[in-house]
Nanobody, 119 residues
Framework: EVQLVESGGGLVQAGGSLRLSCAASGFTSDDHAIAWFRQAPGKERELVARITRDGTTDYLDTVKGRFTISRDNAENSAYLQMNGLKPEDTAVYYC?????????????WGQGTLVTVSS
């Protein structure tokens, strides 16, 4: 069974830090790009950070310099280190794994973990 399981969310004060983890099972995550998305109440899901198979990273402008995405292929896991958290970072954070084949993409999603940043 293919699974992505996020953990590490919680309640934190503004300026604080959290580290989200994403554990993959049922497939080899190093064949996939890994991304973190988030969805705040009443808003669309947005891409926060992405790391490709070769380690190239990309970030949402509003989190650049504060968030760091990483992956550990040996552990079949990925992480999102979030520093300098702001109330506007409050959202459910989802882990995504994507593999591109000719003419199609395969995506896996986790169930999400809630991050709440108090002011």
């Amino acid at each position: 069974e293919v699974q992505l399981v996020e953990s590490g969310g919680g309640l934190v004060q503004a300026g604080g830090s959290l580290r989200l983890s994403c554990a993959a099972s049922g497939f080899t995550s190093d064949d996939h790009a890994i991304a973190w998305f988030r969805q705040a109440p009443g808003k669309e899901r947005e891409l926060v950070a992405r790391i490709t198979r070769d380690g190239t990273t990309d970030y949402l402008d509003t989190v650049k310099g504060r968030f760091t995405i990483s992956r550990d292929n040996a552990e079949n896991s990925a992480y999102l280190q979030m520093n300098g958290l702001k109330p506007e970072d409050t959202a459910v954070y989802y882990c995504n794994a994507e593999r591109v084949f000719p003419g199609r993409r395969v995506n896996y999603w986790g169930q999400g973990t809630l991050v709440t940043v108090s002011s």
